[in-house]
């Protein structure tokens, strides 16, 4: 079980954020929440989430400039696993040194055995 890690969820889409939130709640997560990346960044710092799902492409600040921003302050930095739509969701990963991906659509099992793999 996980103990009630933190989870920090960015994601811009309200209906992929309320149904991450309710499965890693119903998982026994405490899940923290943003809409964009400026309001990740501002749940960072007052959270100190152990693990953080990113979205990509959002308004304002993205995922791109999210994951620069918050490994710039100051540590202790939690893994980030991108979630996104793209084509090559791997590149994007790689493109901000996530520690993990994945492409959206997704299984809820396959996002839950992720979550396990770096909180557990």
């Not at 709640?25 to 943003?34: F, I, S």
């Amino acid at each position: 079980m996980s103990g009630g890690a933190c989870i920090l969820l960015v994601e811009d889409d309200d209906s992929i954020r309320e149904f991450i939130e309710m499965a890693l709640t119903d998982e026994g997560y405490t899940v923290v929440t943003a809409s964009d990346g400026a309001a990740g960044l501002a749940a960072a710092s007052r959270a100190s989430p152990r693990l953080i799902l990113l979205d990509m492409r959002m308004r304002g600040l993205d995922g791109w400039a999210f994951s620069r921003a918050y490994r710039e302050s100051p540590e202790p930095h939690a893994p980030i696993v991108v979630l996104t739509a793209a084509r090559d969701a791997g590149a994007s990963a790689a493109e901000i040194e996530a520690d993990g991906f994945l492409a959206k659509p997704f299984d809820l099992d396959d996002l839950l055995a992720l979550v396990r793999r770096f909180l557990e």
